[in-house]
Nanobody
């Protein structure tokens, strides 16, 4: 069974940094895009970042661009999210996700992703 497990969440003060990891198992992930979403308290899940296979091209939401960096270790089926200059508004449960097919229509839509991790809590204090 395909599984994704996030780690690295925790409590950090505003202006600080944190690194999240997502380890995949059950198949090879190197051919598929991998993405990060987040869900703030009381709000819906929103797109954060994605990295492709070809050239490892990154995509970011406007709210995190310039502060967050997504990368991947294809050999280890692991994707990372380096978060810097953290703000209280970044507080959320962070999820990693990947697709079941190579094609993707809209990378920012959660329904595009068949596999999800359990989430890791990130709390940024003011």
């Amino acid at each position: 069974q395909v599984q994704l497990v996030e780690s690295g969440g925790g409590l950090v003060q505003a202006g600080g940094s944190l690194r999240l990891s997502c380890a995949g198992s059950g198949r090879s992930f190197s051919f598929y895009p991998m993405a990060w979403f987040r869900q703030p308290p009381g709000k819906e899940r929103e797109f954060v970042a994605l990295i492709t296979r070809s050239g490892s091209i990154p995509y970011y939401s406007d709210s995190v661009k310039g502060r967050f960096t997504i990368s991947r270790d294809n050999a280890g089926n692991t994707v990372y999210l380096e978060m810097g200059s953290l703000k209280p508004e970044d507080t959320a449960v962070y999820y990693c996700a990947t697709t079941s097919t190579l094609a993707i229509r809209d990378y920012a839509r959660p329904t595009e992703y068949a596999y999800w991790g359990q989430g890791t809590q990130v709390t940024v204090s003011s």
